[in-house]
């Protein structure tokens, strides 16, 4: 199976099929910027792919790739396992935000969060049989988490002016929760995000 088939292109367009369009909201703001091939041996020594690495999820034989998603000031690197028996398992995605700081899944309850949407719930982001748009989608889906990410911070109530990220995504609640967990789930029957 040629890799064009399932990954975005060299112009980083993430290319949703109609069948697909219904699983993201209609304005994403956030946008896959770079896309590159990765190796083993610099995926390994990523500090945000340690949890992957140490649980011996990674193995030489696997396809390695690199993505930087933006929005605004910040940039979210995404480090890519990708099986050669791929769409099963599920490519494994693991998040570093730059933004007021290094966040990962290690750091910050939320970018957890966000890779538990593309990872764990990955079924249903499959797309039509045999599931070769699941990669695209998962990369789609981790830009709408980036956009709820950052419109539904809580930025300093006392400083006065515009904010870098308005609002734009429909939520039922801003964050749940102890940890403050924002909504990642999208509703497509009703245009919002949700809790799981």
Known sequence: LPLCSFCPTEHCIL????????????????????????????????????????????????????????RGTAKLRVAVLL??????????????????????????DNIRAIESEVCVHAGELMGPKPGYELLTNQLARICACLDVYLETWSPDVSVEGPREFPRDKMCLRL??????????????????????
């Not at 935000?97 to 750091?107: F, M, V, Y």
């Not at 749940?176 to 009703?190: T, V």
């Open 83 to 108: 099986s050669p028996s791929f769409p099963s398992p599920a490519p494994i995605l693991s998040l570093c935000l730059s933004w007021n700081g290094e966040r990962s899944s290690q750091t910050d």
């Open 15 to 70: 290319p949703v099929s109609a069948e697909s369009q219904p699983l993201f909201p209609a304005k994403m703001v956030s946008r896959l910027m770079q896309w590159t091939a990765s190796t083993y041996d610099e995926y390994k020594v990523l500090p945000y792919t340690r949890p992957v690495v140490e649980a011996g999820l990674a193995q030489e034989s696997d396809l390695y790739f690199s993505a930087l998603i933006e």
């Open 175 to 196: 964050s749940r929760g102890p940890n403050r967990l924002k909504p990642f789930k999208y509703n497509p029957r009703q245009g919002f995000f949700t809790h799981r």
